[in-house]
């Protein structure tokens, strides 16, 4: 049978790749069309039309990108597709009834990982309520068929077909991996721990060392020497068997000869062990995103991180004192927010200067403790296609609007401030671990992020003073609002530049004839890697299309449906002011705040335009694209604080 896979893809997605390798494996014919922004809607119907494929399926992962498939879908019928079309993800999972009825173009949705439960709907497409984990139409009536198992043995599934050629950093291949798929944890605001509970079966299942091993090897002789892991949590709560989990690794690895690599991994702060981290690094460790999310007891207990201050204070201390580049978010404002506690989370961040970070709201994503909340207490804003609110302090709102108005460019993609801190750290680091160490340039890169977060605090103290002092009219809080987007687009233009003297400097080092280098490539040449590497070529990716590991994710839009069943063309954002009216000073509709925040299902991250994010594509392995990369948590790699709507 031929099958259509459609999604994002800024980098590999593996979600639609681990599908596309479970229908090649039972040889099926798979075309993977990349869909990664609005104005391809119709090249991409047109190829599914042409494709005469009798099954295509969506990634619709993410609620501020759910409007686009939507059109896609019916764009793909309006050219007269008739094969059957199914919808999958956080986004579609979460809402199937209701998706199926606002969008006549799908036939169906699945619910739970997609490896096993598109290989029961290509051989049985005309019975689907034989299907498990599907929600499908019969007639003018929409029905659930029995619930699906997700794949308890990770090990069995074929692995995902990789790009050809890899992507690339500082002109080293790098690709995604997973090693195992859930997460045992329960925070409010979280999707992903929404989904696994949506779909059953075990909440964290891993990989065999053996299995990860055998891929990477694979993907090593291919030319792959950065491997970034996309698991919700790479680590295992106990300390004695997560070590004796990476011992395992590591022999494996060097029984099939791998090295020279490095790995990228997500962690939380009770995770991170001196010892458990020293032997990461040994094996290759260089990055941590860590899920810090607040800097108070108040705000972490609200977002049912069951950890403390002292965990992330203490996890700082240690990845830093064995430097391996880390970043974080902070959900500086949230539903319960006081303005004393956002105040208190600034205050954090200015103790904690020396890793890249980014700050945004907590964002409302179905099936979560979070939306049940607000759905009880009657303050949810929108409906399923994007959910808003009032934060409750009016004075923490007032500072999330200033904060939006002002922060916004520096907060929200690729040129963003905090992206570009991100990626001077991650360039350097990169650099570092595969070329040697400059210390003279270590010491400017890293006093470069410590000014990049103090400016950032500084300018945050100055907004929550002023909501703690008050505005006398709206005439003075606009003028407070100018002025302070002025000053920190100011600080953007002046610190952006130093970024990109940085950057420069590090992209030339590695390409200066170094004998470090000379060495390094003598040694590339003996393992087969020197054709798939050019160091005096390629620098970082820089093509609007690619995504960085440091990207941000954008927001989910909130428009509603029109008459025909599909979501109308989002309007040219406008930029309001904090009184209410544009920033060229004309008058703006009503509306509630912006959204943006964390991608729906943790991944352009928050996944794409938002987040760049043209944003991150999901990159979870869970059926019909789960989650995202960059990316991984759902509030990954920053996303951006806010957007309009």
Same mark, same amino acid.
């Not at 949506?198 to 020497?225: F, I, K, N, Q, Y």
């Not at 804003?381 to 709102?397: F, K």
């Not at 109308?568 to 509306?591: F, I, M, R, T």
């Given at each position: ?37 609005? =104005? ?73 990982? +997609? ?10 497409? =005309? ?35 990789? &790009?050809?050629?890899?992507? =690339? ?8 991996? !997973? ?65 004796? $989990? ?19 991994? &997500? ?33 972490? &207990? ?19 004192? !064995? ?39 907590? /964002?409302?994503? *179905? +099936? ?12 949810? $804003? ?37 992206? !570009? ?16 160490? &400059?210390?003279?340039?270590? *010491? ?20 929550? %003073?002023?909501?703690?002092? +008050? ?10 609002? /100018? ?6 687009? %100011? ?38 890697? *020197?054709?798939?590497?050019? !160091? ?28 025909? +069943? ?80």
């Amino acid at each position: 049978m031929h099958v259509v896979l459609v999604g994002a893809e800024f980098e590999e997605n593996l979600a639609i790749r681990y599908l596309r390798g479970a229908l090649e494996h039972a040889s099926h014919r798979v075309t993977q069309l990349v869909f990664n922004r609005a =104005d391809q809607i119709e090249e991409v119907a047109r190829a599914i039309a042409a494709s005469g494929a009798e099954l295509t399926g969506f990634s619709m992962v993410f609620t501020y990108r759910a409007r686009e498939f939507a059109r896609l879908a019916t764009r793909a019928r309006e050219l007269g597709y008739a094969g059957h079309m199914i919808a999958g993800g956080h986004f579609a999972a979460f809402h199937p009834e209701r998706l199926l009825k606002d969008v006549p173009a799908l036939d169906s949705v699945a619910i739970g990982e +997609g490896e096993d439960l598109l290989l029961a709907l290509a051989a049985s497409l =005309d019975r689907p309520d034989s299907v498990r984990g599907i929600v499908y139409r019969d007639g003018d009536a929409i029905r659930r068929a029995p619930p699906a198992t997700n794949p308890p043995d990770l090990d069995r599934l074929p692995w995902p077909p990789r &790009k050809s050629p890899l992507d =690339d950093y500082l002109g080293l291949p790098i690709t995604n991996m !997973l090693a195992s798929r859930g997460c045992g944890y329960s925070c409010t605001f979280c999707s992903i721990v929404a989904w696994h509970r949506l779909c059953g079966g075990e909440r964290v299942r891993l990989r065999s060392v053996e299995s990860v091993a055998d891929e990477m090897a694979s993907l090593h002789r291919a030319g792959a020497r950065i491997f970034n892991f996309h698991d919700d949590n790479f680590f295992l709560d106990d300390k004695a068997a997560m070590l004796a $989990r990476i011992e395992g690794l590591a022999r494996a690895l060097r029984e099939r000869r791998v090295h020279d690599i490095a790995f990228a991994v &997500k962690a939380r702060p009770g995770a991170v062990d001196e010892e458990v981290f020293s032997v990461l690094k040994s094996l290759g460790l260089f990055r941590v995103f860590l899920g810090i999310e607040a800097g108070t007891a108040e705000a972490l &207990k609200r977002l049912g991180r069951r950890q403390t201050v002292a965990e992330n204070t203490r996890a700082l201390a240690i990845v830093n004192r !064995l430097d391996i580049h880390t970043c974080f978010n902070v959900l500086l404002f949230n539903p319960d927010s006081s303005l004393e506690d956002v105040g208190d989370n600034v205050e954090f961040l200015r103790h904690h200067p020396e890793n890249p970070t980014n700050f945004c709201r907590t /964002e409302i994503y *179905a +099936g979560t403790p979070l939306e049940t909340k607000l759905a009880r207490e009657q303050r949810l $804003r929108g409906d399923y296609w994007g959910l808003s609110y009032e934060i409750g302090d009016p004075r923490a709102q007032a500072a999330f609007e200033l904060a939006y108005f002002a922060f916004k460019t520096r907060n929200y993609g690729e040129q963003g401030l905090h992206h !570009l801190a991100m990626a001077v750290d991650y360039e350097h680091q990169l650099a570092s671990h595969f070329f040697g160490e &400059k210390s003279d340039l270590r *010491a400017r890169v890293k006093a470069f992020v410590r000014e990049v977060n103090v400016n950032t605090c500084d300018h945050l103290d100055e907004i929550v %003073a002023a909501c703690v002092a +008050g505005f006398a009219d709206p005439a003075e809080r606009r003028a407070f609002a /100018e002025r302070m987007r002025s000053v920190v687009e %100011a600080d953007n233009r002046r610190l952006g530049k130093e970024a990109e003297r940085l950057l420069a400097e590090v992209r030339a080092r590695v390409r200066a004839p170094a004998e470090s280098t000379r060495n390094w490539a003598r040694t590339a040449r003996v393992v087969g890697l *020197a054709a798939s590497v050019s !160091l005096a070529a390629t620098a970082c990716k820089r093509n609007a299309d690619d995504s960085h590991p440091t990207e941000m994710v954008a927001p989910p839009p909130t428009l509603p449906l029109d008459a025909s +069943g599909t979501p109308p063309e989002a309007a040219p954002p406008e930029v309001a002011a904090p009184d209410g009216s544009a920033a060229d000073g004309s008058a703006v509709p009503e509306a509630g705040p912006p959204d943006a925040g964390p991608a729906d299902a943790s991944p352009d991250a928050r996944d794409a335009g938002k987040k760049t994010k043209p944003g991150p594509q999901p990159t979870h392995p869970s059926e019909m694209a789960p989650r995202p990369p960059r990316p991984t948590h759902p509030n990954e790699m920053a996303p951006a604080p806010f957007d309009d709507e």
